[in-house]
């Protein structure tokens, strides 16, 4: 058993991480991946991670789970209600909804179709709504759109296609989207790793560029400045960095691995790494 910790976690860190690893490129059973969890909960980090990512197909499968889940809604908005009501039934503590705008030709009534539906299936959880596409006037008019209906957005910054990763400005200009409308976001995909780097095919985003570019942008710094620390690479230079309030927006990004984003944190002196005892 794990000693407890000398020092709490950081609250900065505090369910940071979604656990999503069922999705790729992990793609754990879902029985591992709900064992996994609940033990990496009893863990001195145990408070980095924050809910359990599921896809809506999966519901039937984890009753009796007790794990805050964020649930990734298959279909269209016609299929909110079903799986949702299925929770319910389950017993099951649903805590988001991620949901992605289908209709490319017409996203703001896509993205009113999803509300009409939430409000109809009585969600009364967050519910993140990802826009694809570049920032794009139709793009921004759907990001209007999901913070009158008061939801969030989700964030996509990585693919298992390198080449389909956003760039940095794109990154940036979302950002500063969601923090014009004052609206949460959160990100998925490909932010395994706090600080930017490259594998093989390409560059990845790290989820600590990305909370420094959300302080940048909040704190007044254009979108040329938020996609220059986009790019950064010097790890210690961005942990020295400010994120006070950048967490109150970036709520937290799904990823298949929680090793790999504690292991930065220690390694970049964020997290004190507690030894287990005899």
């Avoid at 910790?5 to 069922?22: E, F, K, N, R």
């Avoid at 269209?76 to 805590?95: C, E, F, M, S, T």
């Avoid at 969601?178 to 780097?197: I, N, P, S, Y």
Wanted: aromatic share 6%.
């Amino acid at each position: 058993m794990a000693a407890p910790p000398t020092h709490p976690l950081p609250s900065q860190w505090h369910a940071v991480i979604d656990d999503a690893a069922i999705f790729p490129p992990g793609d754990a059973p879902l029985h591992e991946a709900t064992a996994t969890y609940g033990e990496r909960r009893e863990e001195w980090y145990g408070d980095l991670v924050g809910s359990l990512v599921l896809r809506d197909t999966d519901l039937p499968l984890v009753r009796g789970v007790a794990a805050p889940l964020s649930v990734v809604v298959t279909g269209g908005a016609g299929q909110l209600a079903g799986p949702l009501g299925a929770a319910r039934r389950l017993g099951l503590d649903v805590a988001a909804v991620e949901i992605a705008v289908r209709d490319s030709d017409d996203p703001v009534g896509n993205v009113r179709r999803i509300d009409a539906a939430a409000r109809a299936a009585e969600v009364d959880v967050p519910i993140f709504i990802e826009v694809p596409g570049p920032p794009t006037a139709s793009w921004l008019a759907a990001a209007d759109e999901v913070a009158a209906c008061e939801h969030r957005l989700k964030l996509r910054l990585g693919h298992v296609d390198h080449d389909l990763i956003p760039e940095s400005p794109t990154v940036a200009a979302w950002i500063d989207a969601a923090l014009d409308r004052e609206t949460r976001f959160k990100a998925t995909a490909g932010l395994h790793r706090a600080v930017r780097h490259a594998p093989e095919g390409g560059g990845a985003h790290g989820f600590l560029n990305v909370l420094v570019a959300t302080q940048v942008l909040w704190d007044g710094g254009s979108v040329d400045d938020a996609t220059a620390t986009l790019e950064e690479r010097d790890g210690a230079a961005l942990a020295a960095a400010d994120i006070s309030s950048a967490r109150r927006w970036f709520t937290s990004f799904g990823s298949c691995s929680v090793t790999e984003p504690l292991d930065d944190l220690i390694s970049l002196g964020l997290v004190e790494k507690v030894v287990d005892t005899p």
